[in-house]
Structures are given as structure tokens and as C-alpha cells.
């Protein structure tokens, strides 16, 4: 063994050492008082938010989805809601129902319309011309996920899944508050409020008749507070608006886009180029331009957090290395450049940020391994994180915390010196 390679080996042990005698030295009050710290907006840790529950493992926005990810540490749960055909707000990703049920066993293609769908013409089972008695037949289906047999698009757990109420999952939510100890949040998201506005005039309704459902449930059994376990969220502006008018509950802008281009900018193309009441009424602004410090003053007006596709967070680059080495070159070998400054100015106009979505199965923009692709998310400052796999989330959180200087520094001292000293054993 070359000699300055035994040395450093001695160096890097009695550095450990050291660093553990140290640490040993310290009273009991120090390691008790030790806590992380984060970049988040008000120093709290970030929220693991359950996507349409635990997505990567039960199908989603069903009750046993929302349970699971509760049991695996999310601090939130996500009901996606679109209305029934009598008015009753149930959890579903779209409000089309082919993708996620088995509608198409239980009744005929006489029940599928063609509607226009933020400006796309689409054929589907529709909610909207469902009564609630007939959604509750229905039976969900997973579609994400590791556990997923794609060529049946159904999994071990689809039998005896219905599709839950908003009511239904705030009944949920509160149990399990009381069952774990712990606060569990709800995150609705409106869907498609233009198109849910059309369908309430057409079946009876008034046409905020979405947004007042939604508030009268939340504040009857939440109170009218910024301080209730939720968060409202919607791709729309004009929604939002009008809510923040009507209820102090914490509203999130979110922000889409279509792609990301090989130099880390951002693909706008349409629907996903702009909140669809924009282009609807011809407002000329992108989601992008939400994100520009003029932007996030004007979301600020009526917001308290923005909900941006990550890759509007972190600049990655595909320059057709394959890093992984795994010997072809997909997403995760993108290059990782950093922080788009979209966190810090979001954070410098009092605005949280709440990104998505995290996957153990895909979108791994820049990463192969999902739980450091979420730490890496939470070092740089964002204020929650949507995970189809809340386990992994809880995983990053624990990976990502930052020990406190005054308990902690010794630590610290010693880990610098060992990265000092790694660094010379390479160049020896």
C-alpha cells in the first residue's frame, strides 16, 4: 500500500474519533435540544403531501389510498374533486372516469359524451353526468406505481375500492388525527373549474356552485381559519380569486407546463402552456410568467403558496452523458445545475412552495434515486413535497435535515475534516 494512502486511512479514523469523543463529551441537554434546520419560509420542515393518497401503492383517491399514506407519515392527503351530476363533490383525478375505474364494465358507451376539455375535445365517461348513487357502483383501478400489472390496468387491491366523497375523506382525515396523535391535512384541489362551471349551470347549479360547495364543507368542519389543517389548490386563477374573498383557509397557485426542453427551460404548449381561464378569456400570460417576480407579487394578491411543476425549481440539463451508467441515457442522467431561483424569490414575496410530483417509478428529472431527489428538493428551501410514495418522503425529510450549529457543530467539524481528507486521499 502506497504510504500517504496508510496515512490518510489513520488520519480519516482518528478524525472519527475524535469527532465521536467529542460528541460524547456533550450533555445530555445539547442532544436533546439538537433540531434541524430548513430553508423552508418559516424554518418549519417541509409537509410530506400523500398524492392522491398513496398512489404508488393503492389506487389512487380512494379511502384505503388516503389511509395508506397516512400509515407511511404524510402530513397531508390530496383530494383531487370534481362534482357529480347531483351536486356531490367526489374525489377524482379528471373529471373523466375511464382512466381510473371500471365504468366501462358496468355500463354502456351510450353513457360516454364528447365535451370540450380545457379546450381539447374529449369522448369519455364524464362525471358530471353521473348521479352519486351510480358513482358509488364504480370501483377504482390503480394506474401508478411500482405494483401495477399494466397489461390488466388493475392490481390485487382494485376489488371493493369505491370512490370517496370529499365529505368521506375529511371524515378520514379526522380519525386519524385522533387514531395517530398527529394532525392530518387535507389538500383539495378544484379541478378544471371552467369546464365544472359549465356543467353545474347545465345541470341546475350556479356557477360558482363548485367553489361555495367546497368552502361551506371545509369551513363546517375546519372553521373559517388560515390555521386549519388545509391548503385549496387549483391550475386556474379566476377560482382562486374568488375564494380568497370568501374564505381565510390557505389557497396554492399551481403551475404547469408541457415539458421540459433539453437546455432545463421550459416546453408551454397548449392546455398546459396556461391557466385555461386565461386562455379562455384571452389573457395573454404563461404559467411561466406567474413565476417572474412581477408574477409572484400578482399571485401573492390572492395566495398564500404556489405550486410549481419541480423542473420550474431546478435547472437540469440533458447533455447525453449517461451518469448513471446503466448504458442508456434517459431523464435521471440529466445534468443538475441548481436552483432556478424560483424557491428564493417565491419566499422573498412571503409565498410557500409546495412542488410535485415524486415518484419511485418515474420522473426523476436529474435523479435515479427518488428519496435524494426529494432531499435535494428540501436543502434548497421548498416548503412541501407531493409524493405518490409518502414513505420515501418521510425518508428524504430525515436524509435532508440540518442539524442546528450551536448543538451540532462539533459534528459538522468532524464530517468537513473527513471530506478534507477524502479529497486528498483521491488526489494521492
Known amino acids: 500500500m502506497p504510504l500517504n494512502r496508510h496515512l490518510n486511512r489513520h488520519l480519516?479514523?482518528?478524525?472519527?474519533?475524535?469527532?465521536?469523543?467529542l460528541l460524547a463529551a456533550a450533555t445530555p441537554a445539547q442532544a436533546v435540544t439538537a433540531t434541524p434546520t430548513w430553508n423552508t419560509l418559516d424554518g418549519s420542515a417541509p409537509l410530506v403531501i400523500g398524492h392522491r393518497g398513496a398512489s404508488g401503492y393503492r389506487p389512487e383517491?380512494?379511502?384505503?389510498?388516503?389511509?395508506?399514506?397516512?400509515?407511511?407519515?404524510?402530513?397531508?392527503?390530496?383530494?383531487?374533486?370534481?362534482?357529480?351530476?347531483?351536486?356531490?363533490?367526489?374525489?377524482?383525478?379528471?373529471?373523466?372516469?375511464?382512466?381510473?375505474?371500471?365504468?366501462?364494465?358496468k355500463f354502456g358507451a351510450e353513457r360516454k359524451t364528447t365535451r370540450m376539455l380545457d379546450g381539447v375535445q374529449t369522448t369519455a365517461y364524464f362525471a358530471d353526468t353521473f348521479t352519486l348513487a351510480e358513482i358509488k357502483t364504480l370501483n377504482?383501478?390503480?394506474?401508478?406505481?411500482?405494483?401495477?400489472?399494466?397489461t390488466r390496468n388493475q392490481t390485487a387491491y382494485d376489488a371493493n375500492l369505491s370512490i370517496p366523497t370529499l365529505d368521506e375523506v375529511i371524515a378520514l382525515a379526522?380519525?386519524?388525527?385522533?387514531?395517530?396523535?398527529?394532525?392530518?391535512?387535507?389538500y383539495p384541489e378544484l379541478k378544471h373549474s371552467t369546464y365544472s362551471a359549465q356543467q353545474?349551470?347545465?345541470?341546475?347549479?350556479?356557477?360558482?356552485?363548485?367553489?361555495?360547495?367546497?368552502?361551506?364543507?371545509?369551513?363546517?368542519?375546519?372553521?373559517?381559519?388560515?390555521?386549519?389543517?388545509?391548503?385549496?389548490?387549483?391550475?386556474?386563477?379566476?377560482?382562486?380569486?374568488?375564494?380568497?374573498?370568501?374564505?381565510?383557509?390557505?389557497?396554492?397557485?399551481?403551475?404547469?407546463?408541457?415539458?421540459?426542453n433539453a437546455n432545463?427551460?421550459?416546453?408551454?404548449?397548449?392546455?398546459?402552456?396556461?391557466?385555461?381561464?386565461?386562455?379562455?378569456?384571452?389573457?395573454?400570460?404563461?404559467?411561466?410568467?406567474?413565476?417572474?417576480?412581477?408574477?409572484?407579487?400578482?399571485?401573492?394578491?390572492?395566495?398564500?403558496?404556489?405550486?410549481p411543476w419541480k423542473p420550474y425549481l431546478v435547472t437540469t440539463v440533458a447533455d447525453g452523458i449517461d451518469r448513471n451508467g446503466d448504458g442508456t441515457v434517459n431523464i435521471n442522467d440529466r445534468r443538475v445545475d441548481g436552483s432556478t431561483g424560483v424557491i428564493e424569490a417565491a419566499h422573498a414575496a412571503g409565498l410557500l412552495v409546495h412542488t410535485w410530483t415524486f415518484r419511485n417509478d418515474a420522473s426523476?428529472?436529474?435523479?435515479?434515486?427518488?428519496?435524494?431527489e426529494m432531499a435535494y428538493y428540501m436543502r434548497l428551501g421548498v416548503d412541501g413535497v407531493f409524493t405518490d410514495f409518502a414513505d420515501t418522503g418521510v425518508a428524504a425529510l430525515q436524509a435532508a435535515a440540518v442539524p442546528e450549529p450551536g448543538s451540532w457543530a462539533l459534528l459538522l467539524g468532524g464530517v468537513a475534516a473527513l471530506s478534507g481528507f477524502s479529497r486528498l486521499r483521491r488526489r494521492g
Open 264 to 307: 432545463g427551460s421550459m416546453s408551454l404548449v397548449a392546455p398546459y402552456d396556461k391557466p385555461y381561464d386565461f386562455a379562455a378569456s384571452g389573457d395573454v400570460r404563461s404559467f411561466a410568467d406567474l413565476l417572474t417576480a412581477s408574477g409572484l407579487a400578482f399571485v401573492k394578491t390572492y395566495a398564500d403558496a404556489i405550486g
Open 140 to 150: 377504482a383501478v390503480q394506474t401508478r406505481g411500482r405494483v401495477v400489472d399494466y
Open 200 to 260: 353545474a349551470v347545465a345541470n341546475g347549479f350556479s356557477a360558482t356552485y363548485f367553489e361555495d360547495t367546497l368552502v361551506s364543507t371545509l369551513h363546517a368542519a375546519y372553521g373559517n381559519s388560515r390555521n386549519a389543517p388545509v391548503f385549496i389548490q387549483s391550475f386556474e386563477v379566476a377560482n382562486l380569486q374568488y375564494l380568497n374573498a370568501r374564505t381565510d383557509i390557505r389557497l396554492v397557485q399551481l403551475v404547469d407546463a408541457d415539458d421540459v
Open 12 to 21: 480519516i479514523a482518528l478524525c472519527c474519533s475524535a469527532t465521536l469523543g
Open 61 to 105: 383517491h380512494t379511502l384505503a389510498s388516503y389511509a395508506a399514506a397516512i400509515q407511511l407519515g404524510a402530513n397531508y392527503i390530496e383530494p383531487d374533486l370534481v362534482l357529480t351530476r347531483d351536486g356531490v363533490l367526489i374525489a377524482r383525478h379528471e373529471p373523466v372516469l375511464d382512466g381510473t375505474t371500471d365504468v366501462a364494465s
Open 174 to 186: 379526522k380519525a386519524q388525527t385522533v387514531a395517530t396523535g398527529r394532525t392530518i391535512g387535507i
Open 364 to 372: 426523476g428529472y436529474g435523479f435515479a434515486d427518488p428519496q435524494a
